[in-house]
């Protein structure tokens, strides 16, 4: 079986797969410039060597809030640990 697995990244597209003729365990991998122009290539060059099957993973950017919600949850778990261990410290001293 010949088989493409091609994903998309910012500026590249990862392309990896086994052409026929390959051992069982034995592939390629290859990166490409994310463009238009790669793209038709790649899609001509599946049509004339006969590739049975390919697979196109788009690239699915992060949402900004995802980030910013992921990279200050620490910092608030740590700011309210640190509250309530002096909250605990203060009613500890009455």
Do not use: C, H
């Not at 088989?3 to 991998?29: C, H, M, N, P, T």
């Not at 049975?52 to 900004?64: A, L, V």
């Amino acid at each position: 079986m010949t088989f493409i697995e091609a994903e998309q990244r910012k500026s590249v597209i990862e392309i990896s797969g086994r052409l026929a003729g390959y051992e069982k365990d034995q592939y390629f991998v290859a990166s490409v410039p994310n463009s238009e122009t790669s793209l038709n290539r790649m899609n001509n060059a599946a049509e004339e060597n006969d590739i049975e099957k390919m697979e196109f993973t788009p690239y699915i950017e992060t949402s900004g809030w995802v980030t910013l919600f992921t990279a200050t949850i620490p910092f608030m778990i740590l700011s309210i640990l640190i509250l309530v261990l002096l909250l605990f410290r203060v009613i500890i001293k009455r």
